[in-house]
């Protein structure tokens, strides 16, 4: 495949972090893989829990250039030196935000699988729309971001675009080609070996 083609990888933490062994599991599929973004994506409330995990993975992911935004928590943004907020109620506050973080903030916002919430994204300033989940999860109503929302958008509009959820190899090859990032997290982060199972998901890019 075409570099050009290729999608980035988009990486995602899983929502519960141990600091004791994660941040070595994260630079190893870090310096096994090339990754264009991590996203902070922890459960919970607890500011200092999700600032000390911030702190330990911006360390891990800026020394091999790596951008890392966290999922919601727009405040921590700049007060822990994060390169931007991903949001994932869609289009409602991305127009007020990229006020607040400025121009270069990366600012991204999941949209489900709908095409008019991302367009509404898009159009209010955000840098990138994630549409998902892509495969099977057995949550929700079972509604999936098929393969045709990221042909059309991908020929239609120029903000990149994300493909997120419950991807297998064969979504992998199915997507390579009309969709700019695939979102990975808890597909690779279930094995025993996260960047051997990165490698064996993104397999049908090579």
């Keep these: ?39 902070l994506s922890m459960a919970g409330k607890d500011e200092d829990r999700i600032a000390r995990t ?4 911006r360390e891990v992911a800026h020394a091999r250039d790596v ?3 966290i999922e919601n928590h727009v405040l921590m943004v700049e007060r822990l030196g994060l390169d931007g907020v991903h949001l994932t109620d869609g289009a409602r506050l991305v127009r007020k935000l990229r006020k607040d973080l400025g121009p270069d903030a990366i600012l991204g ?7 008019h919430e991302g367009i509404n994204a898009a159009e209010a300033g955000a840098d990138y729309v994630a549409f998902g989940p892509v495969g099977e ?23 990149p675009v994300v493909a997120e959820g419950a991807l297998t190899p064969a979504l992998v090859a199915d997507l390579a080609g009309i969709t700019d990032f695939l979102a990975v997290g808890e597909e690779i982060w279930r094995e025993a070996d996260a960047a051997a199972a990165l490698k064996a998901l993104l397999a049908p890019l090579d």
């Design 137 to 159: 999860t057995g949550l929700g109503d079972g509604s999936r971001a098929e393969a045709d929302l990221f042909a059309w958008w991908s020929e239609m509009i120029e903000v």
């Design 54 to 57: 911030a702190d330990a993975l």
């Design 67 to 69: 951008a890392l935004v």
């Design 109 to 115: 916002t999941f949209c489900g699988h709908t095409r």
């Design 1 to 39: 495949m075409a570099d050009s083609d290729r999608p980035q990888i988009y990486l995602i933490t899983p929502p519960e972090i141990d600091l004791e062994v994660f941040p070595d599991r994260l630079a190893r599929v870090l310096d096994a893989t090339e990754i264009a973004c991590l996203r």
